[in-house]
């Protein structure tokens, strides 16, 4: 049973010239997006730069604002309502923001960072809050040291740590991570994705994962949206993406998933041009007049793909 139910998402950004500064265009960021949540499942929202994956969500979250659709919360909607700091939707679903430096404030210590989120949502005394900071720490296997240092002290994979420490904190029942391992080295990566399967496990959380790595993806994700230009192209579960991909543009992803098999190079490179030169020649058969993505047409009871009517009856 989904807890939020993501209907007809848009967010329309104004283009404005001319004399009189008049919208004259907008940019669709996110044109109509629909996603449902259950409760300790990892989501994955994959797309290149600019498809619209960190927009998506923001907007569920209340950073950017909607210009149609809804956001159901426990069936009630949520969609451009100002949020309280106490209200069980600002609580419950919180976010790991891709830059994790600037995501934390270089004045305050780190005790001070976590303590923000349990202050505003937790009556805790102090001492059951400094105990309350040491059981975050020590889940994304920080020292108790770490309280009384500033983010600058940290290395990138510490402070990713930390955003995730502040992100747990009030034991939400939803984290949207963006691009949380984008800017670490692998064996940082590691590190950092095993604490969150780690703290998922523990506590019972859902995932919104957001990311342009496919490989990540499969390791962590359970249900999986591919997203282009603001719509979604394709989603299903990870083995109808990675077994059974429909779209174009999704088997053009899978096959720039680097591999480190030195024997198979030739192999996918062959089958990188084969997928780029079926991408070139048949795209069109896959995008509208105006270069749209189609609506999603269901194929099987997980799996959706982005096509039009007349290829859905051709099947």
Request: contains cysteine; neutral net charge.
């Amino acid at each position: 049973m989904s807890f939020i139910q993501i209907k007809d998402l848009h967010v329309h950004y104004p283009i404005r010239g001319g004399f009189f500064n008049t919208v004259v265009d907008h940019v669709y960021a996110v044109d109509g997006v629909s996603m449902e949540f259950e409760k300790g499942k990892t989501y994955g929202l994959v797309g290149e730069s600019g498809s619209g994956k960190s927009t998506t969500g923001k907007a569920i979250i209340g950073l950017e604002k909607i210009t149609s659709g809804q956001v159901i919360y426990e069936g009630e909607d949520v969609t451009n309502k100002r949020r309280t700091r106490n209200s069980a939707f600002t609580r419950d679903i919180q976010m790991i923001f891709q830059d994790s430096t600037s995501a934390m404030n270089p004045r305050k210590r780190v005790q001070d960072v976590l303590a923000e989120p349990i202050r505003n949502f937790m009556n805790l005394s102090p001492t059951e809050e400094k105990r309350h900071m040491i059981e975050l720490l020590e889940i994304v296997g920080m020292s108790e040291e770490a309280l009384l240092k500033y983010p600058h002290e940290f290395s990138g994979g510490q402070k990713q740590r930390l955003g995730i420490a502040r992100a747990v904190a009030c034991k939400p029942k939803m984290i949207i991570a963006d691009e949380p391992v984008s800017a670490l080295d692998l064996s940082v990566q590691a590190q950092v994705l095993n604490f969150m399967k780690d703290i998922q496990t523990e506590y019972g959380l859902s995932y919104l994962f957001i990311s342009h790595d496919l490989g990540v993806v499969r390791h962590m994700c359970d249900h999986i949206s591919i997203m282009y230009k603001g719509r979604f192209v394709e989603q299903g579960t990870k083995e109808d993406i990675y077994k059974h991909s429909k779209h174009v543009y999704t088997n053009r992803l899978l096959s720039a998933i680097p591999t480190i098999e030195p024997e198979t190079r030739f192999e996918r490179k062959m089958e990188r041009r084969a997928v780029e030169q079926a991408y070139r020649e048949n795209a069109q058969k896959y995008y509208d007049a105006d270069g749209k993505v189609y609506p999603l047409q269901v194929i099987s009871a997980t799996h959706k793909v982005a096509m039009s009517a007349a290829e859905k009856e051709a099947q």
